[in-house]
């Protein structure tokens, strides 16, 4: 089993910043990549940002520029730093880890339950 503690989230106004964390714990024997994507109402769920464990990052161009992420391999816990957020950036943004587990050893994306934003004056 894989849990994940997301945290962070909340009401801001635009050009306000907030930061997303999120903590990965269990049966993990290795995590490959963790990362974020989002989902507002009515849209599919998009990719935001992704790291992988040596460092390698990779955004979505809607964030570029504004949005930072960063992972801490010991704890098995990744960030994202969000600064300048604007309106569109309102979402449930949902953490996520392409890991394998102790046992089985199978190797899958797991996600998180999500955690609100919302970017309103």
């Known amino acids: 089993q894989v849990q994940f503690v997301e945290s962070g989230g909340g009401l801001v106004q635009p050009g306000g910043s907030l930061r997303l964390s999120c903590a990965a714990s269990g049966s993990i024997f290795s995590i490959y990549a963790m990362g974020w994507y989002r989902q507002a109402p009515g849209n599919q769920r998009e990719l935001v940002a992704t790291?992988?464990?040596?460092?390698?990052?990779n955004y979505a161009d809607s964030v570029k520029g504004r949005f930072t992420i960063s992972r801490d391999n010991a704890k098995n816990t990744v960030y994202l730093q969000m600064n300048n957020l604007k309106p569109e950036d309102t979402s449930v943004y949902y953490c996520y880890a392409d890991l394998t587990t102790n046992w089985p050893a199978v190797r899958r994306d797991y996600w998180g339950q999500g955690t609100q934003v919302n970017v309103s004056s």
């Open positions: 790291i992988t464990r040596g460092d390698s990052t």
